[in-house]
T-cell receptor
Framework: AQSVAQPEDQVNVAEGNPLTVKCTYS??????LFWYVQYPNRGLQFLLK??????LVKGSYGFEAEFNKSQTSFHLKKPSALVSDSALYFC??????????FGTGTRLQVFP | GAVVSQHPSRVICKSGTSVKIECRSL??????MFWYRQFPKKSLMLMAT?????????EQGVEKDKFLINHASLTLSTLTVTSAHPEDSSFYIC????????????FGSGTRLTVV
């Protein structure tokens, strides 16, 4: 079965500094990977996805993620964090059955 | 872009009553809809997958008689929590996927259910 792991419950970063939210995956076959963000009491908003092609994927709100096959990772990054980026971030993988399986989430806190 | 409308956003009900949550795709046909439950420690648990016109497929451990899912049209899926108990209190989120939208999944804004 496909799965993703988010090893950090929380990531703290100062505003203006680069941020990284980690995700590793375990799949059979080609991975379809996603990042979503969730604000309090809201649904999930799509940030970006990797299906095929360039390993560096650019997404919404200045976020990007790098697909690394050898390390089975798909870390989310942003060059300069904003306080408004503070939210809950989920990595997900699409199963062959079309289901999205989520990681446990990482809370990003950006301090002014 | 693709929009999924989920209602209500919040609901409080008494133990033993039933609650219906609606999920509508507003600008695309959702051939598949997914229902998730989010626990207080934030993880999202897939409850079931529904395809238009057919019975929902429930994940292991999810009571199909308690969480009734109907996907009667290409734009509407409903989740009914029957005979609700306080332990059913949670945040429920739907997600829709249409064949014409590549590999995109669009999420509703969620429903906070509180059973008292």
């Amino acid at each position: 079965a496909q799965s993703v792991a988010q090893p950090e419950d929380q990531v703290n970063v100062a505003e203006g500094n680069p941020l990284t939210v980690k995700c590793t995956y375990s799949v059979s076959g080609n991975p379809y990977l996603f990042w979503y963000v969730q604000y309090p009491n809201r649904g999930l908003q799509f940030l970006l996805k990797y299906i095929t092609g360039d390993n560096l994927v650019k997404g919404s709100y200045g976020f990007e993620a790098e697909f690394n096959k050898s390390q089975t990772s798909f870390h989310l990054k942003k060059p300069s964090a904003l306080v408004s980026d503070s939210a809950l971030y989920f990595c997900a993988v699409r199963e062959n059955t079309d289901k999205l399986i989520f990681g446990t989430g990482t809370r990003l806190q950006v301090f002014p | 872009g693709a929009v999924v409308s989920q209602h209500p956003s919040r609901v409080i009900c008494k133990s033993g009553t039933s609650v219906k949550i609606e999920c509508r795709s507003l600008d695309f046909q959702a051939t598949t809809m997914f229902w998730y439950r989010q626990f207080p420690k934030k993880s999202l648990m897939l409850m079931a997958t529904s395809n238009e016109g057919s019975k929902a497929t429930y994940e292991q451990g999810v009571e199909k008689d308690k969480f009734l899912i109907n996907h009667a049209s290409l734009t509407l899926s409903t989740l009914t929590v029957t005979s609700a108990h306080p332990e059913d209190s949670s945040f429920y989120i739907c997600s829709a996927r249409g064949t014409a939208r590549g590999y995109g999944y669009t999420f509703g804004s969620g429903t906070r259910l509180t059973v008292v």
